[in-house]
């Protein structure tokens, strides 16, 4: 059932709803069902932080879609920008066009000063792909290394750095020279260290991990900025700059996959800008355009320019209209301050989180940064037993109750806190107020 009378989110009836089911079941009839779990809402528009589904539910959403829509459901600025360049050329291949340039530009312009060049793509998965691609052209070396946990794509030299056996299982042996060490998921520190004390030990395994690994032929590290699919797990402060610093001494390149993590999500503009790092290569994709297909990398000019003519093309990469997005998305996060409304909204959740944690027997971490947030449920506080199957249940209640959450998490146990950065203090309040209450239903 509903709660009672909320400001924005209302469902009137059981979902999934008539028109809901009548759609579910055209799809099942038609496309393949190989997506991951989701609340039964067939949705319908949005705009902002709310959702309509086709019974006509509304919804406060915590998703983005994936971390995708940071401006907001269908800013009307990006929709207008997106319109206009498709009344004008939709794509013209590598040809040059001029919102190409400018989205170029703009990016250039609000990355880090060291990162003066870009090339756009399609996906995430290709700008991974692409900057394995230039680590390895720029070295000559074929190893890389990258972390438990990790995800960066489903395309084969990106599920290889991943550090998911769901996404490789049963697809055979993985790109060769993929090594893999651990991320601090401090809440699960498979060395049995805490934090506190731990003097970043798993930092000092990467040595003998490159011992037992390497055959001399190391090309650089991938690595997220924080684990997004593994569980949104943040890695301790001094923990990033400690690993440049080892990067560095062994010679090797950087890359830096912030597809989910950049254009505002964690209160920066970028991630990397919380502890000054600075890759050699950074994956863009997700809130890049907020919706419309575009991803890219940056990198140093000298670094790209390892690549010769005809060496990196995509069909999609850097059309007009993807282009166009960009430029707006840019433009609508510098006016509107996104992230910073990203870090002062981050925090209020994030204290409210915690004051949920100390109540709720299931919720036993709550971390993350801006507006991305993991809140990891278990059995039990002590034993930290995942709990994936309450995780499923409250995807459902959240739903029932007005609130959209999806679910992340090496053992599919953490509730993704992801709104579009638009939310405002009065949305944040009120789907808090539905995911303590729909904690509390289960
Ligand atoms: C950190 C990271 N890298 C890469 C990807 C792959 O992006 P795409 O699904 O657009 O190919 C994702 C997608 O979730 C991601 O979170």
Redesign the pocket.
């Known amino acids: 059932m509903g709660l009672q009378s909320p400001a924005v989110a209302r469902v009137k009836d059981q979902l999934p709803g008539l028109r809901s089911r009548e759609l579910f079941s055209r799809w099942e009839r038609v496309e393949a069902q190989c997506t991951g779990y989701q609340a039964r809402v067939a949705w319908d528009q949005a705009s902002g932080v709310v959702v309509t589904d086709v019974d006509g539910n509304t919804f406060l959403d915590w998703t983005s879609g ?1 971390l995708v829509t940071n401006v907001g459901h269908c800013h009307p600025h990006l929709v207008k920008a997106v319109q206009a360049a498709c009344t004008r050329l939709m794509n013209n291949y590598e040809c040059l066009n001029e919102p190409r340039v400018e989205a170029a530009e703009k990016l250039v312009a609000i990355l880090p000063e060291h990162l003066d060049k870009c090339f756009f793509l399609s ?3 290709e700008a ?1 792909e692409a900057a394995i691609r230039v680590m390895k052209r720029k070295t000559g070396r074929f190893e890389i290394i990258s972390f438990h946990g990790g ?3 489903r395309t084969y030299a990106a599920l290889s750095a991943g550090g998911l056996a769901g996404p490789k299982k049963g697809y055979g042996p993985t790109v060769p020279g993929s090594i893999r060490v651990p991320f601090p998921y401090c809440y699960r520190c498979p060395f049995r260290a805490s934090p506190e004390n731990c003097d970043l030990l798993c930092l000092d395994y990467l040595d003998d991990a490159v011992r037992a690994n390497s055959t001399d032929s190391l090309a650089g590290v991938m690595v ?1 900025a924080y684990l ?2 593994a569980g949104f797990i943040f890695a301790p402060p001094g923990w990033f700059p400690r690993l440049e610093q080892w990067i560095r001494s062994r010679g090797l390149l950087f890359a830096l ?1 912030e ?2 993590s950049s254009f505002g999500r964690t209160g920066k503009l970028f991630a990397m800008e919380w502890e000054g790092l600075t890759p050699d290569v950074v ?1 863009l ?2 809130g890049i355009a907020s919706g419309i297909p575009a ?1 890219a990398i940056a990198a140093r000019g000298e670094v790209l320019a390892a690549l010769g003519q005809g060496e990196m093309s995509s069909t999609m990469g850097g059309n007009p209209v993807s282009c166009a997005a960009v430029v707006a998305v840019i433009e609508i996060i510098q006016r509107e301050k996104l992230h910073e409304n990203a870090l002062r909204i981050g925090q209020l959740m994030k204290s409210r989180l915690l004051q949920i944690m100390e109540t709720s027997p299931y919720v036993g971490d709550v971390r993350g940064v801006g507006l991305v947030m993991g809140v990891e449920l278990v059995k039990d506080k002590r034993s930290r037993e995942p709990a994936p199957d309450l995780t499923r249940k409250l995807i459902d209640v959240a739903a029932q109750n007005g609130l959209l959450i999806g679910s992340v998490g090496i053992f599919g146990n953490v509730i993704r806190v992801a709104p579009p950065l638009v939310i405002s203090e009065a949305e944040a309040h009120e789907s808090l107020d539905i995911f303590e209450k729909s904690l509390a239903l289960l």
Do not use: I, L, P
């Open positions: 994936v996906t995430g998965s991974v995800f960066h794509g997220e997004g699919a996959d597809v989910q994956c994709g997700k991803s």
